[in-house]
């Protein structure tokens, strides 16, 4: 079954701390995996991708298929960062994206 | 480019109705999605559109049906509305192939189910 777990649904921190936001997957086939975010009244839009191996806004994410895990990870979050944030995965073919239930990340002052 | 464009942004219908939402994908993009996402929960796939044809279902009833025309635009039909179908609805588009799944969604219709 394809499958993702969000395991934390609120996470707050304070500014200039690390952040990880968990995710985990079961996933039969060669997974492709997201991270996608929504600000505040914004759409929901594409953070990063893991095929893209970058890091957007100072956040990467590592696809690690022994644990079916993809973090997402910051060294230093700022408050703008405050969002909710959903992990995403779909095959490499065939397009049916399952969203986790998604993590509100608060960033305090 | 104003980018995915959906209508309408609320609407309220009553058990049983049938209802039609609308989707505009981004200038550029050839491929429609929809997924339906329930308060507290993240979106969930109902199915893909792709050279007018549906490509892929999510686990969804037969209730629930689209259509894409030449222009790239889509239309979601839910008939026999209950009240479970209450959720909003976001319209997401993207280029077929390789990059099928770099959604650009829109700001979603709002369907609410008396």
């Known amino acids: 079954a394809q499958r993702v777990t969000q395991p934390e649904k609120l996470l707050s921190v304070f500014k200039g701390a690390p952040v990880e936001l968990k995710c985990n997957y079961s996933?039969?086939?060669?997974?492709?995996l997201f991270w996608y975010v929504q600000y505040s009244r914004q759409r929901l839009q594409l953070l990063l991708r893991?095929?893209s191996r970058e890091s957007i806004k100072g956040f990467t994410a590592d696809l690690n298929k022994g644990e079916t895990s993809f973090h997402l990870k910051k060294p230093f979050a700022q408050e703008e960062d405050s969002a909710m944030y959903y992990c995403?995965?779909?095959?490499?073919?065939?397009?049916?994206?399952?969203f986790g239930a998604g993590t509100r990340l608060t960033v305090k002052p | 480019d104003a980018g995915v464009t959906q209508s309408p942004t609320h609407l309220i219908k009553t058990r049983g109705q049938q209802v039609t939402l609308r989707c505009s994908p981004k200038?550029?993009?050839?491929?429609v999605s929809w997924y339906q996402q329930a308060l507290g929960q993240g979106p969930q796939f109902i199915f893909q559109?792709?050279?007018?044809?549906e490509r892929q279902r999510g686990n969804f009833p037969d209730r629930f049906s689209g259509h894409q025309f030449p222009n790239y635009s889509s239309e979601l039909n839910v008939n026999a509305l209950l009240l479970g179908d209450s959720a909003l609805y976001l319209c997401?588009?993207?280029?077929w192939g390789s990059g099928a799944n770099v959604l650009t969604f829109g700001a979603g219709s709002r369907l609410t189910v008396l």
């Open positions: 995403a995965l779909s095959g490499f073919n065939n397009n049916d994206m399952r």
């Open positions: 200038s550029g993009h050839d491929t």
């Open positions: 559109y792709y050279e007018e044809e």
């Open positions: 997401a588009s993207s280029p």
């Open positions: 893991h095929i």
């Open positions: 996933y039969s086939g060669s997974p492709e």
